[in-house]
């Protein structure tokens, strides 16, 4: 793998896998970069998008340096942007979760049609804890999750498990430990046991109102986002 993507097609897959485990797989411009030039590849090549991580992270959201350096609108303005190509994608997108998600990292499952996890993997809407919000992220994930949950699970900002995530309608169902690979490999097959054109019409239907409030709130939640983050108490508890 190069860079902080692994980009491999094999037999109509296109997998990518976030691949900086030493930074817990943040979201940085190189990495959103890399995953939009990833799906642009997808959609040229292949029939199902795989998004997998290495290490002990899934995604831990923005790269808190980064943002430092750089402040936080390019990685807000890039992740609306991921969010909705996968979204607008005719290709399925599935994500494996393997490893803890948290902030942003829900930003990836919110545009992903199934998600499996591991029963064992660990989930938390950090935001409220630092001073900032889940803008962008709700552009997605709201549209999966029930209202009461979401307003629970965000507001508290608490670790949730597995089963709870698939409770709020994060997760689509588990597998027990290295059950995930095997569980995985059947979904992709029955996919791609489907017509291109109906999984395309399909997710159109299915994503109608999500791409919806991108095309309404995107560039908002991106602005809102970014304020958010540079804002003194956010700086003053993130980089703490």
């Known amino acids: 793998m190069n860079g902080n993507l692994g980009i491999v097609e094999s037999g109509g897959i296109m997998k990518l896998t976030l691949n900086s485990p030493g930074d817990r797989n943040a979201l940085t411009v190189k990495m959103l970069t890399e995953l939009l030039n990833g799906i642009d590849r997808a959609e040229a090549t292949s029939r199902v998008i795989l998004i997998d991580s290495l290490g ?101 900002g608490r670790e949730f498990d597995a089963a709870e995530a698939v409770a709020a309608g994060i997760v689509t169902r588990t597998a027990v430990g290295n059950e995930i690979d095997a569980a995985v490999e059947d979904l992709l097959q029955e996919l791609l046991s489907g017509s291109p054109q109906g999984l395309a019409e399909t997710k159109q239907i299915l994503n109608r109102r999500i791409l919806e409030d991108h095309d309404a709130l995107g560039q908002q939640m991106a602005a809102t986002g970014a304020r958010l983050f540079n804002s003194d108490e956010a700086q003053r508890l993130l980089l703490a």
Not at 99 to 114: E, N, P
């Open 56 to 156: 002990e992270m899934f995604c831990s959201g923005a790269s808190l340096p980064e943002v430092a350096r750089k402040g936080m609108q390019a990685i807000a303005s890039l992740l609306v942007d991921v969010q909705r190509r996968l979204s607008a994608s005719p290709l399925p997108v599935v994500s494996v979760v393997r490893a803890r998600v948290q902030a942003g990292g829900f930003g990836l499952l919110g545009a992903s049609d199934i998600v499996l996890s591991r029963d064992d993997v660990l989930f938390q809407f950090t935001e409220v804890r630092n001073a900032v919000a889940p803008a962008v992220i709700s552009l997605n994930i709201l549209h999966r999750m029930p209202s009461r949950r979401a307003a629970e699970l965000m507001l508290t």
